[in-house]
């Protein structure tokens, strides 16, 4: 699965530890989803598109043979 | 190995016992305990906000708790049974059994309990190291956590596979002894390291 938060975080121009606070998780957790390294629960993939006041489809895709 | 045990524990009636359950029964009870186990899991996973982790202060008072501990653990290695300090105090036993003895259930006897109490605060210091919630603790962690645990799990079982193949003679019960600690020392091992590398090799964000 790949994801543009890191895109969304430089248009709404918020820091990976402004975005961790607002969805309640550690900056390290955020930093590891950017990476690729960690598929978010659906409940915070929610919680992130809430923050950035899109779909959660706008940020995160599924990629061939997912 | 297993024979073994059954003799030092003397449960030959039990056995014989086991044999007059007829294949009927013995079926029953294995489709009751596995549906059971099936139920609280799928409900465990209808409630997922429990955790079953100690509160992060915990994690300090665990290893406050391993530095004594942990000493009386070495000390205990390190001595034979008839040069170290000696806690003679009568305790409740359901079974006790000496190499040689018949075996006693439900008996007051006399015993040194050093190690008892050694084993019984390794044991309690490292579940709350282990089992403590994290400064910040949130579902990457946890996953964190789960992973170490499997894999603890899996390195546990080899490590006895390969002792299990090798050892031989009362070397190998010591070595149970201590296989009862390592799972645990192993999954802590592997967990800080895992949160130790997330902190240290973060990428410095733009």
Request: proline share 2%; with cysteine.
């Given at each position: 699965m790949k994801n543009n938060i890191k895109v969304e975080r430089a248009i709404k121009n918020i820091t990976q530890q402004q975005l961790a606070d607002y969805v309640g998780v550690s900056r390290q957790t955020i930093n590891a989803?950017?990476?690729?390294?960690?598929?978010?629960?659906?409940l915070l993939a929610l919680k992130i598109a809430r923050c950035f006041e899109t779909n959660v489809e706008k940020i995160f895709q599924l990629e061939d043979g997912d | 190995?297993?024979?073994?045990?059954?003799?030092?524990?003397?449960?030959?009636?039990?056995?014989?016992?086991?044999?007059?359950?007829?294949?009927?029964?013995?079926k029953f009870v294995c489709h009751y305990v596995i549906n059971t186990l099936?139920?609280?899991?799928?409900?465990?996973?209808?409630?997922?906000?429990?955790?079953?982790l100690f509160p992060s202060q915990f994690q300090k008072l665990g290893w406050i708790l391993l530095a004594p501990f942990g000493l009386l653990f070495l000390y205990l290695c390190f001595t034979t049974s008839g040069s170290r300090v000696e806690l003679n105090v009568p305790v409740?036993?359901?079974i006790n059994n000496d190499i040689g003895n018949s075996t006693h259930w439900f008996t007051f006897i006399k015993n040194d309990i050093l190690?008892?109490?050694?084993?019984?605060?390794?044991?309690?210091?490292?579940?709350?190291?282990?089992?403590?919630?994290e400064e910040c603790d949130d579902e990457f962690i946890l996953e964190i956590r789960r992973n170490s645990l499997v894999w603890?799990?899996?390195?546990?079982?080899?490590?006895?596979?390969?002792?299990?193949?090798?050892?031989?003679?009362?070397?190998?019960?010591e070595i149970l002894y201590f296989n009862l600690l390592s799972i645990l020392i192993l999954f802590i091992i592997k967990f800080k390291i895992a949160v130790y590398k997330l902190d240290k090799f973060d990428e410095d964000e733009e």
């Open positions: 989803m950017e990476l690729g390294r960690y598929v978010p629960s659906t | 190995m297993l024979f073994r045990l059954l003799h030092i524990l003397n449960l030959g009636p039990i056995k014989s016992e086991l044999n007059a359950f007829s294949n009927k029964n013995v099936l139920l609280h899991r799928n409900l465990k996973l209808i409630n997922m906000t429990k955790d079953y409740f036993a359901i190690d008892e109490i050694t084993y019984i605060g390794l044991i309690v210091s490292l579940v709350f190291i282990a089992f403590s919630k603890a799990l899996l390195i546990n079982s080899l490590i006895l596979i390969f002792c299990e193949l090798f050892i031989y003679g009362f070397v190998f019960l």
